[in-house]
């Protein structure tokens, strides 16, 4: 169809998409919220137990990621197909990176007892349950989404390869560059509420 | 025309068209029939079991069902009339179908996501069919899945979360698809002060669509995490608070009734001025109140939790703010009442039904009020007064409008006509059922009858009678509608281009649409409402 060569609509229906992103994690920081208002020493006492190493390695490893496949787009646009390739293999490796972290950090809750039907966590106050579970709600949900972004990214990394997307017609690789960095916003806000404030 | 192209989108080349090249079609006219088709099928699911559920409250004390039956009975009517028939219906099948031919336009914005949309809508139809049979049986919370029940009944409530999930993501990329369809695919001359009302109200659907629906798909995330490994987070055992999950629900679930009657409203608006044969009175009015509407229905969630045990300034807080979205639909009816007043007025089955949808609407509206001022919702909550109430609103107001734009929109679709006189006596046997229905719901709810229960005191038993008889004369309507429709659309005559005169532009082509709608883009030269212009692009 003729129509789907339309960039603008392909760019304004992607932030469309953008904003429903946006609402699905509102209704977890509206949790957070509240939860937060009403259990402030026990969200502290939660917060103090994640690993701030850990979350501060994934915050960087995510705004780099971002920078390198907004840079894949600079170069598709000036026709540097091969730096644009190699930026995106970047960007798809520091997403895989960052869930290996996730990964190793979820970990050592479970092996702390630390996940609901744990043995500590059921010990500890009922703010505390509460603040975990929004924890892995919220980073697990996240990590769905780094997924489907690498996996997002991988595709068109194959799409840029195979001639389909191109200096001529880069919006593809837009909206892919586009749903990365709202990713990549998400972490922004989850690494301050969890790991930083309290 | 050629003549291979006499039935137009519907036989695009010379041979019959197989399964295949409708399902997997991304024409929207082809998908907007697949949902009329299924909607249509859902619909009659749910009269079928909602005529079941007055059959049981007939007498006090089991008559057909067990209470758990009951119960699941109840859960499954409200989440295939809510999710499957009345969200998608007007947008998914007429949106589809007239939104590109009313502004002019080859397609929608995004064709292939159009389809994906509506195979998500059949996978979550699957979904929460197959939760009927399996794992702990069919769910029996009610469509509204409140906890705790929901988060600690046996039965397979899991699934059908899923089901709602997926049908929300499908409604949110049709709403990203007509918001950039609308922006982008006007024609030369579709300015926005000409866009079609019924155009206008899809438009604030849509948004509605993109931005509360993901507030329900994470509560049904949230309700199914909840389920399987239990966070607790709305466990007051575990710290959690099961109100945050209502305010959660209506979040959505709030604006969500927008999603229903908006498009239903503009049904309606295109309706009133062709048959008045009157330009449309306060044109921008009707536009603008859509938009607030949509607004202001997002700030009103609250008003369903009035006895919950929520804080009396928010109950304050939401009760005025509901009064407030009282006026925007006020704007509309009065818009519609004017545009009436001293208009050529033909009394042709669309009509009818529009004219039915303002009365109805109207009674709906006003039972709102005394459900939005908090101290009367303190009398009638969970009565059947709600019940009756949301089905004023809900089926005389979107299943009216739905039952106008089939007798509307049809011809058009498929250029054949029906029975005039045989739909004038359905909408007259259904107009008479509906009340007889509903009616004594809301009256037998002011006794203090509740709601979602198999049983009741015997004294309510007369208005009940009353109700099931209503109940039997809907469906008797309903039947010769549909078949009426069906055998019109079969072998009725042939309807012409434009059989009610209108002004947009979908009657500009030829009746059923050529498979391409418009190729060229056409230069529109006047407003969607200028009647003289009938027949002009």
Redesign the interface.
Known sequence: MTMQRDATAARLGMWLFLFSELLLFGGLFLLYAVYLARYPADFVAGGRQLDLLLGTGNTILLITSSLTVALALSALQQGRRRLCLGLLCATVLASLLFLVNKGVEWQAKFDHGLFPGGARLEETAPGQKVFFGLYFVTTGLHGLHVLIGAALLLWILGLVGSGRVTEQDPVMLENGALYWHLVDLIWIFIFPLYYLLL | MAKQNDRGFLQASDRQPLLFDWIFS?DHKRIGLLYLYSVGAFFLAGVALGVLLRLELIAPGPTIATAQTYNALFTLHGVVMIFLFIIPGIPGAFGNLMLPLQIGA??V?????NLLSWWLYILGAFMALTSLFSGGGPPDTGWTFYVPFSSETPTNVSLALLAVFIIGFSS?LT???F??TI???RAPGMHWGRLPLFVWSLYATAWVQ??????L???M??LM?ERL?????FDP?????PI?YQ??FW?YSHPAVYIMILPAMGVVSEIIPVFARKPTFGYKAIAASSVAIAAAGSLVWGHHMFVSGMSDTAILVFSLLTFLVAIPSAVKVFNWVATLYRGSISLEPPMLFALAFVFLFSIGGLTGLILGSAATDVHVHDTHFVVGHFHYVMFGGTGFAFFAALHYWLPKVFGRMYNMKAATIAWAIIFVGFNLLYFPMMLVGLHGMPRRYYDYLPQFQQLNVIATAGSWVLAAGLLLMFVNLYRGMRRGAAAGSNPWQAATLEWVLTSPPPAESFSQPPQVTHGPYDLQQAGKP
Do not use: S
């Open positions: 991304v080859r397609d914005a995004f064709p292939r996501l949110i709403g990203v698809n918001v950039t922006h982008r695919l993109i931005l509360a629906t993901p507030v798909g994470i509560t995330v949230l995490v490994i239990g966070l607790g987070l055992g575990r710290g959690g608070d945050l305010h959660l979040i």
